[in-house]
């Protein structure tokens, strides 16, 4: 099935750092969806956008609509160790039937060194 | 809180048996998706649902069934397990702002 090219796989950073990831396409996208992974758990959402250009924050997180639609980014600033686990991004081509599915990037391991 | 209840959270069952596992929600979303994760692939969707009855097959449904008769639940059955069928399994719906996950399956087939 198709998925979405998710950069970069994994990453080891010191506290305090900027964190900066992101998803790409073949195709376009009507919605983009940032969500985060503990272990043990479900994903949780972090942040959705709807509109091509869209940047939108969510505390020390920010994400961005590419402006072609095919792209999105996620940052975050000033990394605390409690960031630690998998962030994954969605694209989301509609909203009725099968443009509901969402397409998956692999996912982000991201660990924090205190 | 979509109210999304996912049991049983842990099963250890033999190759060859069947297995069901439920997906429970409180809130009445129309959709609802089953998803396995496993290392280096991410969530892959095995079977979703748009409404009672209403079901479809995802990317990875080989060897599963899926059944929705009430719109709360949303019952995933391994006809008979193998060993490939170990993984966690998570149910989501799918509401205005995006999916909700529940706390997943680990199940491991013996």
């Known amino acids: 099935g198709q998925q979405l090219n998710q950069s970069p796989q994994s990453m080891f950073i010191q506290e305090g750092e900027d964190v900066s990831m992101n998803c790409t396409s073949s195709?376009?996208?009507?919605?983009w969806l940032w969500y985060k992974q503990d272990p043990g758990e479900g994903p949780v959402l972090l942040i959705a956008?709807?509109?091509a250009g869209e940047l939108t924050s969510n505390g020390r997180l920010t994400a961005q609509f590419g402006i072609t639609r095919k792209d999105s980014f996620l940052n975050i600033s000033a990394s605390i160790p409690s960031d630690v686990g998998i962030y994954f991004c969605?694209?989301?081509?509609?909203?009725?039937?099968?443009?509901?599915?969402?397409?998956w990037g692999l996912g982000t391991s991201l660990a924090v060194n205190p | 809180d979509a109210g999304i209840t996912q049991s049983p959270r842990h099963k250890v069952t033999e190759t060859g048996t069947p297995v069901t596992l439920r997906c429970h929600q409180t809130?009445?979303?129309?959709?609802m998706y089953w998803y396995r994760q496993d290392p280096g692939h991410g969530l892959r969707l095995i079977h979703y649902?748009?409404?009672?009855?209403?079901?479809d097959k995802g990317e990875v449904s080989d060897g599963y069934s899926v059944s929705r008769s009430k719109t709360e639940d949303f019952l995933l059955t391994l006809e008979s397990a193998t060993s490939s069928q170990t993984s966690v399994y998570f149910c989501?719906?799918?509401?205005?702002?995006?999916?909700?996950f529940g706390s997943g399956t680990r199940l491991t087939v013996v």
């Open positions: 989501a719906i799918s509401d205005s702002y995006g999916y909700t």
């Open positions: 809130e009445n979303h129309r959709y």
């Open positions: 649902s748009y409404g009672v009855k209403d079901t």
């Open positions: 195709s376009i996208f009507n919605t």
């Open positions: 956008l709807y509109k």
């Open positions: 969605a694209g989301q081509r509609g909203y009725a039937g099968n443009n509901r599915k969402l397409i």
